[in-house]
């Protein structure tokens, strides 16, 4: 009875170790997913272009976990027009790069096939990046963005 009773003892005391351990590594990991963020997702804000006196515009990134990624672009004034392209990205420290082709535009011309090259710094603390450059290469048409994470 006395070797039942030390085993289901010493049995207690290894169940409540195992506990406390998970429930702490689970407080460790929630703190520091909040401080910190990933490049994959949703990042919306504006860009601009050089040489053009139209304010800055819509431009959206969805950063995908393969390689990945679609761009959405909306201006406004007289063009009102909205460009989705795709492509892939990469991120080697805080610098970010993307390449992106143009699959659909609703003016014309559509600017079908053109193909966008983007660099920008990468901050996973402020969720942010920033002193973005884009340039359409074959082209004169380059200018800037800013992008911050939605989700």
Known sequence: MRKLLISSLVLAIFATTSLVFQISSCTKAATETSTTTSIQGLWIGTATS??????????????????????DTKTQGNLNSQYLSVGTWTLSGNNFSYSIT????????????????????FSATNATLTSGIWVNPGSTSSGTFSLTKAN
């Open 102 to 121: 143009n699959v659909y535009g609703n003016t014309t011309p559509s600017y079908l096939g053109q193909t966008q090259n983007g660099t920008a710094t």
């Open 50 to 71: 050089n040489g053009s006196n139209l304010p800055p515009q819509y431009f959206s990134l969805i950063v995908k976990p393969d390689g990945s990624i679609i761009s």
